[in-house]
């Protein structure tokens, strides 16, 4: 992060990905302009932007360049604490409410929930942490956690409970009530 001075204001420059916020990183990804970009990642309004000279402008965009190299997106660097998540410990009640938020916000991709559910399930704020730190771990932990809610439904422990449940209902009147006993 470099400082600039642009009409008497003090201005942030970003000049790496872990200079910017995770929250700030996905609004930006998404934005096709150029000086759009710019402006979000220094915090300039476009007025001020657009009056600058060329060879200012010329060095603002060479200090944001880094944003070309998307290839962070791919990141599969997870810190240890993600790695070491228990993802079988998750309740029912957290598992539902991920759920709800990717099936209620359909017009969103994964990368823009997941500080809403990463929030759910670990308690922990990612929004304003270096993208560049989170976005490996955003990767690796949505992805792990995907797969353990699918194997979760057709493990044999699931299969073994339904089948269970199926021999003890089998017979009851609406009347009837049977105790189980879940953890």
């Known amino acids: 992060m470099i400082k600039a001075e642009i009409k008497g ?3 942030d420059v970003p000049t790496t990905w872990h200079d910017v916020t ?3 990183a996905i609004k930006i990804i998404k934005m096709e302009d150029i000086e759009d970009v710019a402006c979000e990642l220094i915090g300039i309004d476009k007025e001020t932007f657009y009056s600058l000279q060329n060879e200012s402008v010329n060095i603002l965009f060479n200090c944001i360049d880094f944003i070309k190299d998307v290839s962070i997106i791919k990141s599969e660097n ?4 993600f790695k070491d998540f228990d993802y079988g410990s998750l309740t029912y009640g957290d598992t539902e409410k991920v759920r709800k938020i990717i099936n209620s916000n359909a017009d969103k ?31 690796f932990f949505l ?10 439904m057709n493990s044999p422990k699931a299969k ?6 199926e021999q003890e209902l ?8 049977s105790v189980l006993t879940l953890n």
């Open 143 to 152: 992805n792990q956690w995907i797969v353990s809610t699918s194997s979760m």
């Open 78 to 81: 997870p810190e240890d604490r």
């Open 22 to 24: 995770y929250i700030k």
């Open 160 to 165: 073994e409970m339904k089948s269970k449940l």
């Open 109 to 139: 991709t994964f990368l823009e929930l997941a500080p809403e559910i990463v929030k759910i399930l670990t308690g922990e704020d990612i929004s304003e942490k270096p993208f560049s730190k989170m976005i490996g771990n955003v990767g």
């Open 170 to 177: 089998k017979g009851l009147t609406d009347s009837e009530a």
């Open 9 to 11: 204001k003090i201005y």
